[in-house]
Antibody
Framework: QVQLLESGGGVVQPGGSLRLSCAAS????????MHWVRQAPGKGLEWVAFMRYDGSNEYYADSVKGRFTISRDNSKNTLHLQMNSLRAEDTAMYYC??????????????WGQGTLVTVSS | DIQMTQSPSSLSASVGDRVTITCRAS??????LNWYQQKPGKAPKLLMYAASSLQSGVPSRFSGSGSGTDFTLTISSLQPEDFATYYC?????????FGQGTKMEIK
């Protein structure tokens, strides 16, 4: 079955950097687009970034554009999120999620358990 | 960006009740609308996609409807395991905005 395992979270000072990873298994990773979604403590879900199956296009929420970079290594079935210039408001659980299109309509059909990022001095 | 607004923000209901959650988009998204369920400490789970299609393995007491800007998620008879937070999400434009969530609590 589909498994997504995030890692790389931790405590970082404001202005610092962190690189998250998501190890995928149980499906042909190179055939699917992948997302990052985050959730601040006690708050709702916020979509963060998306990369197409072949890495040809990437998209970002305005709140992270210019600071975060999504990437993938299809040879290692791994998704990454490089986070720079971190701010307190970036504190959240970060989930990776698999994209799926049915009749051209996308949804996020599988999710990892998340990795917690805390930005604090 | 497309804004998604859910109502109510919270809902108190009893086992066996029929409940409906509403989601409104700030512009037409045709049927590019998904619903997710999230329980405390857990990752979200896809319930409905394309506004009215039931995700595999999801009980048939869940149903979705709507198109354009107005959508609903209905649970025909609430079960104890349905008490959770529900989110709508648009996938029409590449910001994939979520609604703010509806927390369903036991009355």
């Amino acid at each position: 079955q589909v498994q997504l395992l995030e890692s790389g979270g931790g405590v970082v000072q404001p202005g610092g950097s962190l690189r998250l990873s998501c190890a995928a298994s149980g499906f042909p990773f190179s055939n699917y687009g992948m997302h990052w979604v985050r959730q601040a403590p006690g708050k709702g879900l916020e979509w963060v970034a998306f990369m197409r199956y072949d890495g040809s296009n990437e998209y970002y929420a305005d709140s992270v554009k210019g600071r975060f970079t999504i990437s993938r290594d299809n040879s290692k079935n791994t998704l990454h999120l490089q986070m720079n210039s971190l701010r307190a408001e970036d504190t959240a659980m970060y989930y990776c999620a698999k994209d799926r299109k049915v009749a051209g309509k996308p949804s996020l059909d599988s999710w990892g358990q998340g990795t917690l990022v805390t930005v604090s001095s | 960006d497309i804004q998604m607004t859910q109502s109510p923000s919270s809902l108190s209901a009893s086992v066996g009740d029929r409940v409906t959650i509403t989601c409104r988009a700030s512009q037409s998204i045709t049927t590019y609308l998904n619903w997710y369920q999230q329980k405390p400490g857990k990752a979200p789970k896809l319930l409905m996609y394309a506004a009215s299609s039931l995700q595999s393995g999801v009980p048939s007491r869940f149903s979705g409807s709507g198109s354009g800007t107005d959508f609903t998620l209905t649970i025909s008879s609430l079960q104890p395991e349905d008490f959770a937070t529900y989110y709508c999400q648009q996938s029409y434009s590449m910001s994939y905005t979520f609604g703010q969530g509806t927390k369903m609590e036991i009355k």
